[in-house]
């Protein structure tokens, strides 16, 4: 189990990883119909897939489980979205990491796509299970242990794939951005790989630099402005922290689980479920700090000790708190503050005492103490 200082900066971590990607386009009146493209779309041709709709060549029947929850799906804070045939809307894909916490949804205990169902119709046909596994980079006999590896999840936000229908006996590619609340697999490093409506495979997307003409059935609250596209995991991970749609709390989801296993999270991420963080906040006037938000003054700091002279030849009266300088040399006249004779107190021995020991040499700290008698100085020795 992974621990919750980890946890969290690895949470912390993949969110400031997020990179932005704007990629500007219109769509001229000609392009915007109500029926999905066939085939192999173009990069620049992206189709709109509402919740249900299957889109071109699926490879099966749906397996959703789970209708889409309002909850589910992050509201925009911004400009409401662009109404039907307004053509000036700028198109703006916005790059996340697969692990970021919320980016996907679910119901705890519940799974989002019927797993098992999507093993048996994709292995009954041979030749859509072999297209399957080619664009799934297994083998065909791989498809049962791959689908339970993935974990059932749906979109928090309008997202952008790579999806591939099936036609003519293979897997045919094209752009799509699916609604929110689509149930999709995702695997180990967040990438979502299967859509449950179709059970066609996903990658992800091809981002356009040039125009983009968005195909298909417009949703309520569509925004090409807020559109995701999910980037691997820079590790794999062993479980994805999602929004729970019914409550709108935290659940940690085992990868590979379909919520048997579900659980509140150790140490859920810094922000609350309902923060819009996948997105950029829109531009505001900026704000003066508030008193509260000042930093603190810094504490007054000790009183320096004064910096005593080491040389004798320093000035005549010594800096406060520093002891008066010695006599250098016993034969030369004693300083003024000994009045011609030094003090008797620190010079003072015992004529019946022992021999005076010599000054011990410095030891620095952290160096431990030598036994007194562990040497005798060469001088003493005898």
């Known amino acids: 189990m992974r621990s919750p200082r980890r946890f969290r900066r690895a949470a912390l971590a993949a969110l400031s990883a997020g990179v932005l990607l704007a990629a500007a386009g219109c769509d001229s009146p000609a392009d915007r119909t109500t029926k999905g493209t066939t085939g192999t779309a173009e990069a620049e041709d992206v189709l709109l897939q509402p919740l249900a709709a299957p889109g071109p060549g699926p490879f099966t029947k749906s397996t959703v489980r789970e209708a889409a929850s309002p909850s589910s799906a992050l509201s925009p804070e911004g400009p409401e979205s662009p109404e039907e045939g ?9 790059r996340v990491s697969g692990a ?23 292995t ?23 689908l339970k590896a993935l974990t059932p999840v ?15 006996g293979k897997a045919t590619a094209f752009q ?13 490093r967040g990438l979502p790989r299967v859509r449950c409506a179709c059970g066609n495979p996903l990658d992800p997307p091809v981002v356009a630099k040039g125009q983009v003409a968005h195909r298909g059935e417009r949703w309520p609250g569509y925004d ?35 919520g048997g296993r579900d659980r509140t999270p150790d140490d859920p991420p810094p922000y ?3 923060d819009d963080l996948l997105f950029p906040s829109p531009a505001r006037p900026s704000e003066k700090a508030s008193p509260e938000s000042t930093p603190p003054a810094p504490a007054p700091s000790e009183p320096e000790e004064p910096r005593c002279p080491e040389s004798p030849d320093g ?50 700290p952290g160096e431990p103490d030598e036994p007194m008698d562990s040497e005798i100085p060469e001088p003493f020795a005898g």
């Not at 399957?132 to 498809?143: K, S």
């Not at 749906?154 to 003519?168: E, P």
């Not at 003024?336 to 011990?360: H, N």
Request: hydrophobic letters at 35%.
């Open 154 to 168: 749906v979109l928090r936000a309008d997202t952008q794939v790579t999806s591939h229908g099936y036609s003519a």
């Open 176 to 188: 799509a951005v699916l609604q929110a609340g689509t149930a999709v697999l995702a695997d180990s």
């Open 224 to 258: 090409p402005a807020r559109i995701l596209a999910v980037g691997p995991s820079v590790q794999p991970v062993t479980g994805l922290v999602i929004v729970d749609t019914a409550d709108n709390t935290w659940i940690e989801r085992t990868v590979g689980d379909g």
């Open 315 to 364: 000035p005549a009266e010594p800096p406060p708190g520093c002891p008066p300088p010695m006599d250098p040399d016993p034969g030369t006249e004693a300083p003024d503050d000994f009045d011609g004779m030094p003090t008797d107190e620190p010079w003072e021995l015992e004529e019946d005492g022992p021999d005076p020991v010599p000054e011990p040499t410095q030891i620095f």
């Open 100 to 122: 970021v916490p919320g980016l996907y949804g679910g119901t705890r205990s519940e799974a989002s796509c019927d797993v098992e169902q999507q093993i048996r119709l994709l």
């Open 86 to 94: 307004d053509s000036s809307a700028t198109r703006t894909v916005h």
């Open 124 to 146: 009954a046909d041979r030749d859509k299970a072999r297209a399957f596994a080619g664009e799934a980079d297994i083998e065909a006999v791989q498809i049962p242990g791959y």
């Open 272 to 274: 609350e479920p309902s």
